[in-house]
């Protein structure tokens, strides 16, 4: 709501009080809950480090068999040139063991939903066609997953399938004859699996797949329906099928199901988890109201590689931020040492969180007026013109508007209080936020357009120190705690007479204690109610969030978790 809103206002305005600090909470609520709100979000998908960072001393350093990865038709770019990475997701090998046992009953029931070898007819001799019904399994196989390492193009690990049973309907047309086969399957499958960014999307994909080993323990039970002497013979041939399989039939059951098994595990690389990544969002709301939609927009640009861990670079902004390194730059990350604690971690740059200021900022959204009926009743001050011509030495409200606001009935006064420019985090020491701000003073009178009375000017600068709070093992909130606030001088815009001296000296005694007292008591009170860390939901299951830790130094803000089923949390 903004000050014209306000030309109706109280009757009786003799009671009422000056700004109480509780009321510039809305503004820096919205402030603060960006702000914490950006070490979550902007990790859902954000996180990154360009080729370019790699030419830096410290990158070959710090992993000397990196190498990125992009298979883009055209390198992702801005007008003005490449995109810049500001943003990176990795995993370890404790991510990569958490996501392969997830895997393990999904890849158990996709190899028993098709047939293992489809029905054939084939000669068993002595002029006999044996008609081999669909093999279908009977049992879910046991799958582990052995020896995964990360590889340059992505990762290997083999497959181990164990205890999958199957069995296939028999007939002999002449003399007729029915019975089943039964087979008991064994195998081990190794994959090399590739991970790369594709026109601006990570992909995955199956570099090569051999079957190391493949045993099979087939078993015929087959006997003649009508069994008589004309048929003696053949029904004798018919018996000889039991017990042990030829091996021309052990053969073809190894083939097929070799091919089956295959194609089965390349389909669920390229096809399943593939699509998987494709619905993954490229854009993701932070902020809606009638006014403005805040989305982050998210642009993979490579695959950082390494026998230690995966990272996926992006290029991540608030979208309708200027692109102009000279208005906005967009400073890339410079690969580090990774914890190999968590399961994954994900680290962005001060120009997401500052493009996510930029956007709101712009569109006027951080902005907040107050009203007289607004404050509490224990205000010490009241927004009217009796209290501000006592708080702020401004005698000429008390000249100018004597007979339409004296002092029994004064005049009601909105006070509203907005961003100035851009607010500003750093995070080369700490997560540094500085905050331009302007309070705008209006008289309102019945009837008639508020009148501007004056405004201050400051900036407010403070430390933010994240933390993560656990409540449960899957229960995690994200708080912050703003250190003492400073403020520059307050400038006062001149408008009716000559007291103003006067006027920004009682206001720059007065404000900054209390800014550094309930003000700052009120932002810390915000701020401890936290940001839950919820549940995601990613290929049709949900993950929650465990023994997640928060840092912000050295020019990156970093989050690292442990990741796990929602409904299985340890």
């Given at each position: 709501m903004d000050s014209h809103a306000a030309a109706k206002c109280p009757e009786k305005a003799g009671a009422m009080r000056m700004t109480s600090p509780c009321h510039f909470a809305p503004l820096v609520r919205r402030l603060t809950h960006l702000l914490a709100w950006c070490s979550v979000a902007s990790a859902a998908a954000a996180l990154g480090r360009d080729a370019h960072n790699c030419e830096v001393a410290n990158c070959e350093e710090d992993s000397a068999l990196l190498q990125l990865t992009s298979h883009n038709r055209a390198s992702p770019t801005l007008e003005q040139g490449p995109m810049r990475s500001n943003a990176e997701l990795w995993a370890t090998y404790s991510g990569l063991d958490f996501m392969l046992n997830q895997s393990k009953d999904?890849?158990?029931?996709?190899?028993?939903?098709?047939?293992?070898?489809?029905?054939?007819?084939?000669?068993?001799?002595?002029?006999?066609?044996?008609?081999?019904?669909?093999?279908?399994?009977?049992?879910?196989?046991?799958?582990?997953?052995?020896s995964p390492v990360w590889t340059e193009a992505g990762v290997r690990v083999s497959v181990e399938v164990t205890g999958l049973q199957a069995k296939a309907d028999l007939k002999v047309s002449s003399p007729e004859s029915e019975g089943e086969l039964l087979v008991n399957i064994d195998g081990l499958f190794e994959g090399n699996y590739n991970i790369a960014v594709v026109d601006e999307r990570i992909t995955v994909g199956v570099g090569s797949l051999v079957t190391r080993n493949l045993h099979v323990q087939p078993k015929?039970?087959?006997?003649?329906?009508?069994?008589?002497?004309?048929?003696?013979?053949?029904?004798?041939?018919?018996?000889?099928?039991?017990?042990?399989?030829?091996?021309?039939?052990?053969?073809?059951?190894?083939?097929?199901?070799?091919?089956?098994?295959?194609?089965?595990?390349?389909?669920?690389?390229?096809?399943?988890?593939?699509?998987?990544?494709?619905?993954?969002?490229?854009?993701?709301?932070?902020?809606?109201?009638?006014?403005?939609?805040?989305?982050?927009?998210?642009?993979?640009?490579?695959?950082?590689?390494?026998?230690?861990?995966?990272?996926?670079?992006?290029?991540?902004?608030?979208?309708?931020?200027?692109?102009?390194?000279?208005?906005?730059?967009?400073?890339?990350?410079?690969?580090?040492?990774?914890?190999?604690?968590?399961?994954?971690?994900?680290?962005?740059?001060?120009?997401?969180?500052?493009?996510?200021?930029?956007?709101?900022?712009?569109?006027?959204?951080?902005?907040?007026?107050?009203?007289?009926?607004?404050?509490?009743?224990?205000?010490?001050?009241?927004?009217?013109?009796?209290?501000?011509?006592?708080?702020?030495?401004?005698?000429?409200?008390?000249?100018?508007?004597?007979?339409?606001c004296p002092f029994w009935q004064p005049c009601p006064v909105s006070a509203t209080i907005q961003t100035s420019a851009r607010p500003v985090i750093d995070l080369s020491d700490g997560l540094s936020l500085t905050i331009p701000l302007s309070v705008d003073f209006h008289l309102l009178k019945e009837a008639s357009e508020p009148t501007f009375l004056w405004r201050l000017n400051t900036t407010a600068t403070g430390t933010l120190q994240p933390s993560m709070v656990h409540l449960g093992p899957c229960?995690?909130?994200?708080?912050?705690?703003?250190?003492?606030?400073?403020?520059?001088?307050?400038?006062?815009?001149?408008?009716?007479?000559?007291?103003?001296?006067?006027?920004?000296?009682?206001?720059?005694?007065?404000?900054?204690?209390?800014?550094?007292?309930?003000?700052?008591?009120?932002?810390?009170?915000?701020?401890?109610?936290?940001?839950?860390?919820?549940?995601?939901?990613?290929?049709?299951?949900?993950?929650?969030?465990?023994?997640?830790?928060?840092?912000?130094?050295?020019?990156?803000?970093?989050?690292?978790?442990?990741?796990?089923?929602?409904?299985?949390?340890?």
């Open positions: 999904f890849v158990a029931h996709k190899i028993v939903q098709a047939p293992l070898m489809a029905g054939q007819t084939v000669s068993a001799g002595f002029g006999i066609s044996l008609q081999i019904g669909h093999l279908i399994a009977t049992t879910v196989p046991a799958i582990q997953f052995i015929l039970e087959l006997s003649c329906v009508s069994p008589g002497f004309w048929s003696s013979v053949p029904c004798a041939a018919i018996s000889a099928l039991n017990g042990n399989v030829p091996g021309w039939l052990v053969d073809t059951i190894l083939f097929f199901t070799r091919s089956h098994v295959e194609e089965l595990l390349q389909n669920i690389i390229e096809q399943k988890l593939d699509a998987n990544l494709r619905s993954l969002p490229d854009k993701l709301q932070v902020f809606s109201s009638n006014a403005t939609n805040v989305q982050l927009a998210f642009t993979p640009l490579g695959i950082l590689q390494s026998y230690d861990l995966k990272a996926a670079s992006y290029h991540v902004l608030a979208e309708g931020v200027p692109q102009s390194d000279e208005e906005f730059p967009v400073p890339g990350l410079l690969l580090q040492n990774h914890s190999t604690t968590s399961m994954f971690a994900m680290a962005f740059s001060s120009s997401v969180p500052n493009s996510l200021f930029a956007v709101l900022h712009d569109s006027g959204v951080l902005s907040h007026t107050i009203f007289p009926q607004d404050l509490p009743n224990n205000s010490m001050f009241g927004l009217d013109t009796f209290s501000l011509e006592l708080a702020f030495y401004c005698p000429w409200l008390k000249t100018v508007y004597a007979f339409e229960d995690q909130l994200l708080k912050a705690t703003l250190e003492e606030l400073h403020t520059s001088w307050f400038e006062v815009t001149k408008s009716k007479d000559d007291s103003w001296v006067a006027t920004a000296l009682s206001i720059n005694l007065f404000l900054p204690m209390l800014i550094n007292g309930p003000l700052l008591d009120q932002i810390n009170a915000h701020l401890d109610e936290g940001i839950p860390l919820k549940p995601i939901a990613f290929g049709g299951s949900r993950y929650a969030l465990s023994n997640s830790s928060v840092n912000a130094s050295s020019g990156r803000f970093i989050l690292s978790s442990n990741v796990w089923l929602a409904d299985s949390c340890p």
